[in-house]
């Protein structure tokens, strides 16, 4: 999935633990977006980021926040990890237009014990 | 409050068979429909997007169709390859009264072709 890397690719955590899943993107597309991917659920919209400087809310927010440093990078980061944030984690990007389609990256792989 | 289905949810063929993935979503009121492939350990690679005014797209031996207003788009794949295995996604995007976008996915079809 050129253009969108993620960092890092896996991880384990304890309860408790924080981290920051980072997001970086080369294809100078204004939106970026965080999912979480589970078995059974599919995948829900956690935050996102119309453009540089904003954020908004998606489906599950709680438990999470992000940033949005620049145009390129867009981070998640878990304050205090609970188990139920085991799960796949996708980076999305897409130009700011409602024609465009979604780049995804590869996935970070979390789990919480 | 929108919902996409895809059924069934997984499939296996012979190779060289051509095949059907079905979507179908609640609401009409979308403003278009991406297919998607996912590999195992994979992110989503965007294969197909049919806008709402568009009846079907084609890329290869990917041909997408929509049916906005019976709630349906199917994903035909001629001529399968063992190479085609991966979990096939449909999303539909939604325009909120704000005017920000809402992607809705289905929760995909594991597509397994036998050599």
């Known amino acids: 999935n050129a253009g969108v890397t993620q960092t890092p690719k896996f991880q384990v955590l304890k309860t408790g633990q924080s981290m920051t899943l980072q997001c970086a993107q080369d294809?100078?597309?204004?939106?970026m977006y965080w999912y979480r991917q589970d078995p059974g659920m599919g995948l829900r919209l956690i935050y996102y980021s119309a453009s540089e400087g904003t954020t908004d809310k998606g489906e599950v927010p709680n438990g999470y926040n992000v940033s949005r440093l620049n145009k390129r990078e867009f981070s998640l980061r878990l304050e205090s990890a609970a188990p139920s944030q085991t799960s796949v984690y996708f980076c999305?990007?897409?130009?700011?237009?409602?024609?465009?389609?979604?780049?995804f990256g590869n996935g970070t792989r979390l789990t919480v014990t | 409050k929108q919902e996409v289905t895809q059924i069934p949810a997984a499939l296996s063929v012979p190779e060289g068979e051509n095949l059907v993935l079905n979507c179908s979503f609640t609401d009409s009121a979308i403003y278009n429909l991406q297919w998607f492939r996912q590999d195992p350990g994979k992110g989503l690679t965007s294969l197909l997007l049919i806008q709402s005014s568009q009846r079907e797209q084609t890329s290869g031996r990917l041909n997408a169709s929509l049916d906005k207003s019976s709630g349906r788009s199917t994903l035909y794949i001629a001529a399968s390859q063992p190479g085609d295995s991966a979990t096939y996604l449909c999303?539909?995007?939604?325009?909120?009264?704000?005017?920000?976008?809402?992607?809705?996915f289905g929760k995909g079809t594991k597509l397994t072709v036998n050599p």
């Open positions: 999305a990007i897409n130009r700011r237009s409602f024609n465009s389609p979604l780049h």
């Open positions: 999303a539909v995007r939604l325009i909120t009264q704000g005017g920000s976008e809402k992607l809705v």
């Open positions: 294809m100078n597309h204004n939106s």
